[in-house]
DNA sequence: CATGAATGAGACTTCATTCAT
DNA sequence: TATGAATGAAGTCTCATTCAT
């Protein structure tokens, strides 16, 4: 009867269950993807280190790779919200010009990625058109993308060119760092660092 | 006599029997890794498209993944050889400056993938520094290489920079080719070309 | 209520399940087991036989040899036990000496044997002196091996000897046996059990 | 021409050739066979080992089951053929009476096998009622049978009882010996084998 | 909502045997 | 007689997904 009662608090509570639950999902099956790789990872591992049953795990999403984008998706927002944050308050402390702000920006994307390659590592391996799309639909994400653009309609540069300009400067900062911190390659990231913001200089210098 | 001379025809007829044997399998495995993925192709596939038995693979190769490896090493050193021949030859018939021998090696690149993508695809995902490394060995592929940093060694800098300029230019190289050509992002590789040269230009210019 | 009693019942009836299927997974792979050897007996045959899906089979069990391992373990025991039990039952009837006692138990073994001699066929043909101390650390069967040593320790001699000589008719009694039901050797097990038993006297008579 | 003049000779070459081979062949199956079994040995291997081609394995056996009783029997008929000869030797410069043969012989036996576990082992775990028969077929080994039972035939003995007490030492002493340097029980054969004679004495006795 | 036993298609790989040379 | 590349049936085991409870 006392149950029946509790029937508002009750649902709180299963929804806070719920929450917990598929935080704990996500969070083993991305210690999972990151560390062996989304093949090499499968289901049932996947539950037993969340401590959930097997069935359970197709209540919260489709199947394995419908899993893989939503951890990818949840993450980037969260590492752009930062990066956008940092980059505000940076700015409000010492105004910078356009170019010092992209760097800014890169610079605390590439410190965050030095301390959690395993998701750079994820979103590269996991990368299609179709999920980058996506990740543009999140405020957190596309907001950067607009900025930038912003910059070069607004200095009257052609829009079409601004977005390949933008197109090429990410491909670049992203392979050097998914080849320097994912791939191992003998170049440190920190030693590249100097030669790539140079790069990125010229290239927004027009 | 007969004999003898069948001994040599014999050895030659299944020798060329083996040749043509290992070639279907290349071509069959190639074309089904490009269009499916390698984990989304089983090995039944394989060897019923190339016409040959299941235990022939085996003779071929230790397992699938072996066999990307195989496919990749020989298609890129082909290209890369045919990519320094007509450098080669373009060259012979009108000097360019080190820049533009770069420019027409990268073109060259480009155009083949343009039209071999899959290629490009299955290159991408299966990098890994271990394969990159077996690629520095193989002369066809290492040469251009050693060529590119021969130059800035001649021409006074400093040789660390000059390998990570190396490296940063084929990262942006690799990473917008592959996603113009793989994933089919909305950015034409032949719209983005011009800007990319010019990016290629300001970062080898020092 | 209701729930609350369908919960008990559900678990029952979910476990009441498990078991039979795991017991017509036993049974079959024995009956494979023991018509056509372990290394001729295929997985798929067991899971039809069984009635049972492939996958199930490794819910069960690590793989073939472990399954021969958990048979030859349980029906030893089960065999043992009914031996004591039938040896403890005669004694109370009417009193043996430790002869008796023993030439009792091993008759109680050839007996059940001549019935069963697929069992013995899968013992001999699987023994290892691993699967031997598994075996020693089921109480039904590590028991009787304790009560023939006692009585030697009791009866003060060497306790070195007593193990060797149970060694020794342990040994011969289960050759003979092996030899004569599973091997077919022209020897019929009761036209050797006369001259058998009366070795067995032989040797415990010290 | 020369060639066909030396018919004779080139035949006797190959023939020598041929033996060579088998005997190669033989030799590194049975060392494969001991090391890790008769289902755990390929084909591939044996002939590899051997110097030979795969197809020819089959010229000389039908299968790798009809290679390992050829092995057996082989080396079988030469330990016993020793054996007797080393009884023959020892009984001329001190005869014995018929006990003390019988267990010189075991004795010769066991001192071998303690040498040669693995041929032990080979012959036990591919022990069958026919490959006895064969065994007995052979003049070197079937005679020690005959003299066993003749002695008893002499001394007005039942036949039958005989070759059943014969058929129980031969179990008794072979399980032994088995166990002891197989199956690495923890009974070593030189401890066991004081006790073990003298239950071969018991047995005898009469 | 949650569970986890059961499923079974299908993956990869092995290897005894054949047969054209 | 000797070869060894080719065969393909047969083997073991995995794992995403379902569904009765």
Not at 20 to 26: F, G, T
Not at 69 to 81: M, N, P, Q
Not at 172 to 194: E, F, Q, R
Request: net charge positive; hydrophobic share 40%; aromatic share 12%.
């Amino acid at each position: 009867m006392a149950e029946r009662k509790c029937g508002t608090l009750k649902s709180t509570k299963a929804s806070e269950n719920k929450k917990l639950k598929r935080n704990r999902l996500y969070d083993a099956a991305f210690e999972l993807f990151s560390r062996k790789g989304v093949n090499e990872t499968v289901v049932d591992e996947i539950v037993k280190h969340a401590g959930i049953a097997k069935g359970t795990f197709y209540l919260y999403c489709k199947d394995k790779y419908d899993l893989v984008e939503k951890i990818i998706l949840k993450r980037s927002a969260y590492v752009f919200e930062n990066a956008m944050k940092a980059l505000a308050e940076q700015n409000r402390k010492s105004p910078m010009d356009f170019t010092g702000r992209v760097i800014f920006f890169i610079d605390y994307l590439i410190e965050f990625f030095k301390q959690n390659s395993n998701l750079l590592s994820l979103i590269y391996k996991n990368l299609s058109w179709s999920l980058y799309e996506k990740a543009m639909n999140y405020e957190e994400i596309g907001e950067a993308k607009q900025i930038f653009l912003r910059h070069f309609s607004l200095s009257g540069s052609n829009a079409q060119t601004a977005k390949r300009r933008l197109f090429i400067v990410v491909s670049m900062v992203g392979a050097v760092c998914y080849n320097s911190l994912v791939l191992k390659s003998p170049y440190d990231i920190d030693d590249v660092k100097p030669e790539l913001y140079r790069c990125v200089k010229k290239i927004l210098a027009g």
